[in-house]
C-alpha cells in the first residue's frame, strides 16, 4: 500500500468514523490518532491491516505528540468537545505535527468562523494560516446527528431543545462531511481553501420537529429555552461549563441569522447533492430504537 500517511483525529465519531471508512474505500493509508488507541481498534476491527493503524494523541499531553505525528504528510484536526483552550491545548500539538513533516492540514472548524473570531475554531484557523504549511478549513452547519447525541436524552422524550429561538439552521449530515473530508485529503487543489459545508435547506427547529413528526410517525416538538435555562439544564447532566459556553454562541449564531446561508460547497465536492433533514429523520427509528415517547 503506497501513498502519503494520513492522520486522522476525532475518531470514532460523528465525522471521524464516515471519514476513515470512506479513506479506506479510496486505498489510502490512515493513521487514527486518540487518546485510547487500544478501544479505537474495536471501532475499525474489519479495516484492513495494511491500510490502517492506530497511535496515541492527547492534546495537552505533550509526550503523546512525537510518536503521534512521526512519518504523516497529512493530518485531519478535529477539536475535542472538552478542549476550549486551544492555545495552550492544541497549538504546540500542531506545531509538533508540522515539524514532524505534516505538510498538509485539514481542519473541521464551524460555519462563519471566519467572522466568530472569539471561537476556538477561529483561533485554530488562524494559527494554521500562519505555520506555513497548506491548510483546507471545513466549516460545516449544524450536524444533524448532534440532536441523536449531545441532545439524545431530550429526544428520546419527543423534544428538541435548544436556545436558537426562530433562526434558520441549514443543517448538514456528518457523514457527507466526513466523506467531503476525505476527498480533500486524498485529491489535489483543495489547498489553502475553505469550504461551508451545509444541508440544502435551512430550517427552524419548529420545522425540523415538524419533519421528524412526519418522516417517523411520532409527535416530536421543539422548544425554546433561555441560554440560562439551558447552561443549567446541560450542567445538571455533567457537562463541562467551556462546552457549553462554546454550545451556546453556535446556538446564538442561529439565533442571529448566521447560520441559514446555504452552500453549494458540500454537492461540488462530493459529485451529488447532500442529505437533506428528510433523509436522516428516516433513520431515527433505528437509532432510537427501544425509545418511546408520544
Not at 456528518?174 to 489535489?188: F, K, P, Q
Not at 444541508?199 to 419533519?211: F, H, M, N, Q
Request: avoid cysteine.
Amino acid at each position: 500500500m503506497s501513498g502519503p500517511l494520513i492522520g486522522v483525529t476525532g475518531a470514532p465519531g460523528n465525522v471521524g468514523t464516515p471519514l476513515v471508512g470512506e479513506l479506506l474505500r479510496r486505498g489510502a493509508r490512515v493513521r487514527v490518532l486518540a487518546r485510547h488507541p487500544e478501544k479505537v481498534r474495536q471501532a475499525f476491527a474489519d479495516a484492513p491491516p495494511s491500510q490502517i493503524e492506530f497511535g496515541t494523541l492527547e492534546f495537552g499531553k505533550r509526550r503523546t505528540y512525537l510518536n503521534a505525528f512521526d512519518g504523516l504528510e497529512k493530518l485531519f484536526v478535529l477539536r475535542p468537545p472538552a478542549v476550549s483552550q486551544v492555545s495552550k491545548d492544541m497549538f504546540p500539538a500542531l506545531d509538533v505535527a508540522l515539524g514532524a513533516g505534516v505538510r498538509h492540514f485539514v481542519l473541521l472548524s464551524l460555519q462563519g468562523a471566519d467572522r466568530l473570531p472569539f471561537t476556538p475554531h477561529a483561533q485554530l484557523e488562524k494559527h494554521l494560516e500562519g505555520n506555513g504549511a497548506a491548510h483546507t478549513f471545513l466549516r460545516p452547519s449544524f450536524f444533524m446527528q448532534n440532536l441523536t447525541t449531545t441532545h439524545l436524552p431530550e429526544l428520546k422524550k419527543g423534544i428538541i431543545a435548544v436556545p436558537a429561538g426562530n433562526g434558520r439552521t441549514s443543517f448538514v449530515d456528518a457523514n457527507d462531511v466526513g466523506e467531503a473530508a476525505a476527498v480533500v485529503l486524498t485529491e489535489g487543489g483543495h489547498e489553502n481553501r475553505a469550504y461551508e459545508l451545509t444541508g440544502p435547506d435551512a430550517l427552524t427547529y419548529r420545522e425540523v420537529a415538524e419533519i421528524f413528526t412526519r418522516v417517523t410517525g411520532h409527535l416530536y416538538r421543539s422548544t425554546d429555552p433561555s441560554p440560562l435555562a439551558f447552561y443549567r439544564q446541560m450542567r445538571a447532566r455533567g457537562v463541562d461549563r467551556s462546552q457549553i459556553l462554546v454550545m451556546e454562541a453556535i446556538y446564538a449564531t442561529a439565533r442571529l441569522g448566521l447560520a441559514k446561508h446555504v452552500s453549494d460547497d458540500l454537492p461540488a465536492l462530493l459529485g451529488r447533492p447532500a442529505h437533506s433533514i428528510e433523509d436522516f429523520a428516516r433513520t431515527l427509528p433505528a437509532l432510537l430504537q427501544g425509545d418511546h415517547h408520544a
